[in-house]
């Protein structure tokens, strides 16, 4: 499986049609204080397949780790089926809506995205203070 797609957004969802819709892509999240809370946010990933990737059940994992590589959160496993007859297209969407996701301190985050515990691809988010005017 390949990574096609890999971001962060306010919003996501695939509507009847099979069209991935993305609203407010960001890379950099301001907090006035930390520790911070970020209300929510969605993942969005498209993963490209292969032939032989067909009827195997898949095991699909997220972990949100600091700059030291600490994971600051796991989501639960998501088990997946690509069925060929099903899928015109050789791709399957995720869209995983993340809520109050904590933020210790400002610097460098990273989702990490893997498959059946084979790094698939790594998003970068920056953290930064909003400065206080006094």
Known sequence: MEKLILLVADYANVDQGGKLNV???FGRIYAPQ???LH???HLVVKLG???EDFG???QFNVYFRDADG????ALPTIPFTLNSKNMPVPEVNFIIQVQNLVLPSAGQYDFEVMVDGEEI???PIT???IPSHS
Do not use: N, T
Not at 70 to 73: S, V, Y
């Open 23 to 25: 609203l407010g892509a």
């Open 34 to 36: 930390f520790p911070a």
């Open 39 to 41: 209300a929510s946010l």
């Open 49 to 51: 397949a292969d032939i």
């Open 56 to 58: 195997k059940e898949k």
């Open 70 to 73: 600490k994971i600051l959160l």
């Open 121 to 123: 691809g790594v998003l």
């Open 127 to 129: 953290v930064d203070q």
